[in-house]
């Protein structure tokens, strides 16, 4: 990932930074301005989305990248060419005349903090420059995958030049504890993830606060108050 750097809070193990699922994650946009934000799935494939609302699966059949739409499976006539991690570039798009997208540079901070004596696994999302901008901690749903791979929010944020903060879960990708349902357990890590946040965002965060998705619109009340 572009602009990768490296935060810690305390003695704890940092997490890998180099899996190679991860490295095509990212925003990327087009000479025309449109936006793509790109994330991998659980089924070992990516979906692509749209700034306008399109997305699309991708699965790697014969050799080549085949795009479906939306959730339905059925295919969309993209063609799609992810190049390699290596590459900052990708291209996507109808029939023969796929769009060139660049990669945006995303400064990405990973870090490792405590909640409750466990350590929880984060990544801080800084837009490009050194202006001040908004920062989201994103608080996930009731799913028990892991967040720093698979969820499109914090990079759609920071598309939008809103810093985001995401982390995983209890239980889940690289963080430690035991997965749970518990709404207060979940608040207080929440209200950890916000510390760890902030004091990595310094003079970068404008403002701070929380964005929860499914059951994290429970939980990000609680978290806030």
Same mark, same amino acid.
Not at 64 to 74: A, H, I, K, N
Not at 99 to 113: I, K, L, N, P, Y
Not at 124 to 147: C, E, I, N, W
């Given at each position: 990932? &572009? ?28 000479? /025309? ?18 700034? *306008?609302?399109?997305? %699309? ?18 295919? *969309? %006539? ?14 996507? /798009? ?6 060139? !997208? ?10 490792? $903090? ?5 350590? @929880? ?14 920062? &989201?901690? $994103? ?12 969820e499109a929010y ?10 985001? !903060?995401?982390?995983?879960?209890? /239980? ?8 749970t349902q518990d $709404? ?8 950890a993830a916000l510390?760890?946040?902030?004091? @990595? ?8 606060? $929380? ?10 009340? @609680?978290?806030?108050?």
């Amino acid at each position: 990932m &572009a602009g990768l750097a490296e935060g810690v809070a305390g003695p704890v193990a940092m997490r890998p930074v180099d899996d190679a699922r991860e490295c095509r994650s990212g925003v990327y946009r087009a000479a /025309g301005g449109e936006t793509l934000v790109l994330t991998p799935t659980t089924n070992d494939g990516y979906r692509w989305r749209m700034s *306008d609302g399109r997305t %699309g699966a991708l699965q790697r059949e014969d050799g080549q990248w085949r795009s479906t739409l939306g959730w339905t499976g059925e295919p *969309d %006539g993209f063609t799609v060419d992810l190049a390699n991690c290596a590459n900052d570039a990708l291209r996507l /798009g109808p029939g023969g005349t796929p769009v060139s !997208f660049a990669r945006v540079q995303v400064q990405a901070v990973e870090t490792s $903090f405590e909640s409750d004596g466990i350590v @929880l696994a984060g990544r801080l999302l800084l837009p490009a420059g050194d202006q001040a901008a908004p920062l &989201a901690v $994103f608080v996930h749903g009731s799913g028990d995958y892991s967040s720093l791979e698979y969820e499109a929010y914090p990079w759609a944020l920071a598309a939008q030049d809103v810093a985001a !903060f995401i982390y995983d879960k209890r /239980g889940t990708g690289a963080s430690q504890g035991e997965y749970t349902q518990d $709404f207060h357990v979940l608040a207080a890590d929440a209200r950890a993830a916000l510390g760890e946040a902030r004091r @990595l965002a310094g003079a970068r965060a404008s403002s701070a606060g $929380f964005l929860g998705i499914s059951q994290g619109g429970w939980v990000a009340p @609680l978290a806030a108050s």
